[in-house]
């Protein structure tokens, strides 16, 4: 058990176009967390994993596992375990074998080892499968003996890489739950890397948004939800996207396609214009009021529908409605908020956040 | 297509057969695989059967195919010291697998998952020693083994074999080398292993059918290697190859003996390739990854 921390980690890739991977990473996992890490592909939060791990150098700055600065040690000495996308199981050993490897190597005596395979796999309903190689295992049964791998070396921290990418769609849900139960239960610092956001919110103690090699803001998933950032994550996080448009500030408030939204002008200190952000399930049909609204699409998922649509001004705008009734595709709606503090301002040059 | 409408299940009428595509039948095709395959075999199905022959009966013409079987001709091959010559090449080629195996996983290794500078280089210049015909090179090489004093010695075919070998055996094995999974290995690193197990304990039991298909080249090319052999051997360094040849004399061809020793001669490949063959099926890294 330990506390992660990143201490203005850099990795930077040397080069005619020196590419900073990771950029001043400084982030603290508490000792028995469960970390998110998210971002688009090529933001770098496969690179942080892995410079946690020691599989990448950390070019500037340092990490620390508990006490202990682990920023050149190798992986073997970092006490961690790393669970990868491709599983990485080792296809000529049983799956008691996989999981048994790291604790020959550390010259744990057999009995030792056999207890801790046989309780791990009980753990992850493996039992029968222990005396089969990787290839006569399912997707699912080689991604928890992966875990398993993971789980008998009873490592300070969990590394996982895009653990459940591999799985298909229902496997996903179900291993999801599994994991995060798992790690509940465990209580072990867990570092988790994915692209999937529903994976983030829906595992993580925290999560931390990457774009670029920066971090753009690490809090719970609500916080994330509910006050993003910047605009980066505004639009990152939820599923479909936050509308966001930059419109012009008037005495009233906002104006957005004839709708003025109330917002103290205070709250803008003297801006003409403002980055405002709507949130598709903040918005909804009305029959008065409002904006006007050209269907273009109408995506059902049975209890809600989503209506994708385009403003006066061409600005394309997503409204959540009732699945049981929703307009058509052609037809013009008028849409309006549920509620003006469900609005969301960003600076519109720098992208963050106006309280 | 295969798609069904489910929108209107009123027209669920009888599923129209589809057409077949007009295709070699599965029957004609293996006829066909089977002439071509004794096509191949027939010249060593020949062999083997006039090995068993009487040497009268081996010249007959139409050939003899019904005649009693006779061990004659392999105890006359023996009788002719046969034996030397395959120690010879038993010899030759064990050390030259293993030294060949003992340079090549290592520098295969330099070149593939853990690239030493000028890796490029390296691979071309490797390359370039098999662009030299080999029949260029014989006067030097038989002037230095004269020098060496290694004319008719075995360990100047053990020299050059290795040579030889080596260059394809090191691309082979870079080629396994470079389907070995990054993340396998990150994942044994992760674990504890250091260097020395990593290669010993994760990487060479996933090559190893590379392993075996690299050995089983070079194997094949130092026991049926001629031209360097009757060039530079004679009666106490010679190879089983060398062996053969002397079967053409001038009083005329022993064919049912000849047939005999190269039976004898190609045995031990083929129960070394047989015997590779169960290695050499299993996939690569079957269940690593995915």
């Known amino acids: 058990m330990a506390e992660v921390v990143y201490a203005d980690a850099s990795r930077v890739y040397p080069g005619a176009h020196q590419v900073r991977a990771v950029d001043r990473l400084d982030l603290t996992v508490p000792d028995g967390e469960f970390l998110v890490l998210v971002g688009p592909s090529g933001s770098g939060k496969s690179t942080a994993l892995r410079m946690c791990a020691g599989l990448e150098d950390v070019d500037e700055g340092a990490i620390r596992i508990g006490e202990r600065e682990v920023t050149d040690l190798p992986p073997k000495d970092r006490d961690i375990a790393m669970v990868f996308q491709s599983y990485a199981l ?32 009980a753990m992850l309903d493996l039992t029968k499968y222990l005396d089969r190689k990787p290839k006569a ?101 939820g599923s479909p996207a936050m509308n966001l448009g930059t419109h012009p500030v008037t005495e009233a408030g906002v104006t957005l396609s004839g709708l003025t939204v109330p917002v103290p002008r205070g709250r803008l200190g003297g801006l003409s214009e403002v980055t405002f952000g709507v949130r598709p399930e903040a918005l909804d049909l009305v029959s008065d009021g409002g904006f006007e609204l050209s269907v273009k699409l109408v995506e059902e998922l049975g209890a809600d529908a989503y209506v994708h ?47 | ?7 209107t299940p009123r027209h669920a009428a009888a599923p129209v057969p589809r057409k077949r595509k007009r295709r070699i039948g599965p029957i004609s095709l293996s006829a066909l695989t089977w002439v071509i395959a004794i096509l191949f075999v027939f010249p060593l199905i020949w062999m083997v059967l006039t090995s068993f022959k009487q040497e009268a009966d081996a010249y007959t013409d139409p050939p003899k195919l019904v005649f009693g079987p006779t061990l004659d001709q392999f105890a006359g091959v023996i009788d002719r010291g046969f034996l030397p010559y395959l120690a010879n090449s038993a010899f030759v080629t064990v050390l030259v697998v293993l030294i060949v195996l003992i340079f090549a996983i290592p520098a295969a290794y330099a070149l593939s998952i853990a690239p030493v500078k000028g890796t490029t280089n390296a691979l071309g210049f490797f390359l370039s020693t098999k662009m030299l015909p080999i029949v260029a090179a014989i006067i030097p090489l038989y002037v230095i083994s004269q020098n060496l004093k290694l004319l008719d010695n075995v360990w100047a075919l053990v020299i050059l074999y290795t040579s030889m070998n080596l260059p394809l055996a090191i691309w082979m094995m870079r080629s396994f080398f470079l389907e070995v999974p990054t993340e396998m290995m990150e994942a044994a690193r992760v674990d504890g292993a250091n260097l020395p197990t990593l290669l010993y304990k994760i990487i060479l039991p996933v090559v190893a059918p590379g392993i075996a298909a690299t050995a089983l080249i070079c194997v094949i090319f130092s026991w049926t290697e001629f031209f360097y052999a009757v ?12 062996f053969l040849v002397g079967f053409i004399t001038s009083e005329g061809l022993y064919w049912a003996q000849l047939a005999a020793a190269a039976l004898l001669a190609s045995l031990p490949v083929m129960i070394v390739g047989w015997i590779a063959q169960n290695h050499l099926v299993r996939g690569l890294s079957m269940g690593a990854v995915k």
């Open chain 1, 309 to 355: 649509g385009e403003l006066a001004d061409g600005e394309k705008m997503v409204v959540r409605v009732d699945g049981r009734n929703p307009p058509r595709l052609g037809d013009q709606v008028r849409v309006g908020l549920r509620d003006t503090e469900e609005v969301h301002l960003f600076h519109p040059e720098t992208g963050l956040r106006i309280p």
């Open chain 2, 1 to 7: 297509m295969t798609t069904v409408d489910t929108a």
């Open chain 2, 231 to 242: 060039n530079l051997t004679a009666a106490r360094a010679g190879t089983v190859p060398v």
């Open chain 1, 137 to 237: 295992l399912s997707g699912g049964q080689r991604q928890r003996v992966a875990m398993g791998r993971a789980i008998v070396r009873e490592p300070s921290v969990f590394l996982m890489d895009e653990p459940l990418s591999n799985l298909d769609a229902k496997l996903r849900v179900e291993t999801r739950a599994n994991i995060a139960q798992l790690q509940q239960r465990l209580g072990t610092t867990t570092i988790y890397v994915t692209h999937d956001q529903v994976e983030a919110m829906t595992m993580g103690d925290r999560v931390a948004v990457l774009k670029d090699g920066v971090l753009q803001q690490c809090a719970s998933p609500r916080e994330l939800y509910d006050r993003p950032a910047n605009v980066f994550v505004a639009g990152f996080i």
């Open chain 1, 90 to 121: 080792y296809p000529h050993m049983t799956v008691a074998d996989n999981m048994a490897f790291a604790l020959r190597l550390r010259k744990m005596g057999k009995e030792e080892i056999s207890t801790k395979v046989k309780e791990a796999a």
